[in-house]
Every structure is written in C-alpha cells, then in structure tokens.
C-alpha cells in the first residue's frame, strides 16, 4: 500500500486544497502584495504563497484517492478505503501525542487538545521559490513651488519666444509657394484651351464637308443580349459539429456522480478550465466545496454508469476522480 504522506507536496503542485477525509485539509493560501507604511520609509512586500491545515475541510475530494488508484490500487474503492485506513492510522498517532511528518509540506501535531501545523520552512511550495525580495522606497525630495517657476517656466517662454520669428517666415513662404502655384497652374490652362481650340475648328470644318457627300448608312448592328448571372446554389459545407457527451440524469433529474478534473481556489482559474472542456465538447459543469471550485467533465445518476466512463477516461491516462456528491 503506498504511504499518503510523500503524495501531499506533488498533489498541493496541483491543487490549492488536499484533503483527508474525516481529519481536515491542506491548503495553498495565496497573499497578495502589499506596501506598510511607517516610519522614514515604506516598505515593499512581494506576492507570497502560505501553507495551512483547516480542520473544516474534512471532506473526501477524491483527490488522494485518485492518486491512490495511480499509485497501484485495484479499483476506485479499494483506493478510497486504503486512504481512509492511513487517515485513521495518523490520527490515532496524534492522538498519542506523536507528530506526523508530510516531506515537503510540514509536520501534523496535537498541543494541549488543539491541532496544530507547522509549516517546513525549506518546502518548495513557500514564496521563497517564487524568487521576489522585499524592498524599503526612500521618500524623494521635492523641490519648492518658486525654484521650478525659475527653473522649468521661465525657459519654456523664451523658448516659445525664439520660435516665433521662424514660424512667422516659414508662413510667409508658404503663402508665395501657393500663389507661384496657382499662377502657373492658370497659365496652363489658358494655354491648353487654346491649343484645342486650334485643333477643334479644321476638324469641324471637313466633318461638315464629309456631311454633304456621304449618306448615313442605317444602323443595323443588333445589340447582344447581356447573359444574366446565374445565382450561386451550390451548397456549402456545414461547419463541423463537435460531439457532445451525454450526461445521465436519474428521475428526479439530479446527477450524484461527477468526473472531476481540477479543484481551484481562484475562481478564474476554475472558469478557464470549464470553458476549454465545453469548447471540447463536454458538459462541464464547476460544483463549489467550501471555498473552492470543482470542474467536472460529466455527471451521471448512476455509478455503474460513471465508473465505466472513468475507467475508460482512466485507460486513455486522462488524470480525473469519481466523486459521489
């Protein structure tokens, strides 16, 4: 039977919460930075994450059960049922007064009647791994209202001074650009009107010549009819369907039996999955338990019917867990 305890820090990897059932759950608590105020100077504080043991999170998530059955067990309830057997076994020991080491995450122990965790100090899972460091902001030196006036004003205005002139004759020659340019363009045209002029009276002349000699022939070109354009019918493909899971629902029309693939503390973190399985085409669905979120791939009414459908999700190395809700 493999032991619990070395799976704790590889599951809280991937979960914000690891549960054991009947004794409280693991959780990852993320804090936020933040700036103190105090002093001659305020201090900075990077993003953190925390680790903590709260005995109101005694529900069996699954999650430990389905590392059980990856680990070796022979079925989903051969799992739960050895999960359940290593609980009872670490609570007795505290019980005794002993403490209760999980590698990587920190020891269990029960002091005057109240249970108590104890980080490890060392864990990869604390913000030390994050790589951030706190730092003090030193105030800054303002300077007075009548050195910037002397300094940054009076400058700006005789720069403003300065530039004037020029802009006064870059407008100058921009205004005897446009009037060379409208004289000249004026000039070509009276030029151009009377070139044609020219051309157009001796031309005139022979056509009214050509007139007195000549017969109009009748005009027997037939016009060609214009082919009309056929309408576009030919059938376009219809996009392509993604199929859909069918989700089992008893008379009363509850479904008892989920498919969970993630728990999540941060609701956006659950949304995003949730949305990716529906665009895969499951009927996911995100079940809260306490502060966090399961998202779920399907649910059933029956459990024969779920642990066929988890067996084969199971055979195809996709990592879920049956929960009875």
């Not at 389905?66 to 070796?72: D, V």
């Not at 999960?83 to 020891?107: M, R, S, T």
């Not at 002397?150 to 446009?178: N, S």
Request: charged share 20%.
């Amino acid at each position: 039977m493999t032991p619990i305890n070395p799976l704790i820090k590889d599951l809280l990897l991937k979960h914000d919460c690891v549960t054991l059932p009947g004794l409280g759950g693991f959780l990852i608590q993320q804090q936020t930075a933040q700036i103190e105020q105090g002093g001659t100077a305020d201090h900075f504080s990077p993003p953190r994450r925390g680790l903590a043991f709260d005995r109101s999170y005694a529900g069996d998530d699954g999650v430990l059960a389905n590392a059980m059955l990856l680990a070796g067990a022979a079925d989903l309830d051969q799992a739960r049922a050895q999960v359940q057997e290593q609980v009872h076994a670490i609570g007795e020991a505290l019980n005794l007064g002993q403490k209760v080491d999980f590698p990587g995450v920190g020891i269990l122990a029960k002091i005057d009647g109240a249970l108590v965790f104890m980080p490890d100090p060392e864990s990869e899972l604390l913000a030390e791994t994050l790589g951030f460091e706190g730092f003090k902001m030193e105030p800054l030196d303002k300077p007075k209202a009548a050195t910037m006036a002397a300094t940054v004003v009076k400058p700006q205005e005789e720069e403003e001074d300065e530039k004037k002139p020029i802009l006064l004759i870059a407008a100058l020659l921009l205004v005897l650009l446009l009037l060379v340019f409208i004289g000249f363009q004026t000039k070509l045209f009276d030029f151009g009107s009377r070139r044609q002029a020219q051309v157009d009276a001796p031309a005139a002349d022979s056509s009214a010549n050509t007139a007195q000699n000549t017969t109009q022939a009748p005009d027997s070109a037939a016009t060609a009819p214009v082919a009309e354009l056929a309408p576009d019918t030919a059938a376009r493909p219809n996009p392509p369907q993604t199929p859909a899971v069918e989700v089992e629902i008893d008379e009363n029309g509850q479904e008892r039996f989920f498919l969970v693939v993630g728990s999540f503390k941060v609701r956006e973190n659950a949304t995003r999955l949730n949305q990716q399985l529906k665009a895969a085409g499951y009927n996911s669905r995100i079940l809260p338990f306490g502060d966090f979120h399961r998202v779920t791939m399907s649910g059933f009414a029956n459990r024969e019917q779920a642990a066929s459908e988890y067996q084969k999700l199971m055979a195809d190395k996709t990592e879920v867990w049956l929960l009875d809700n």
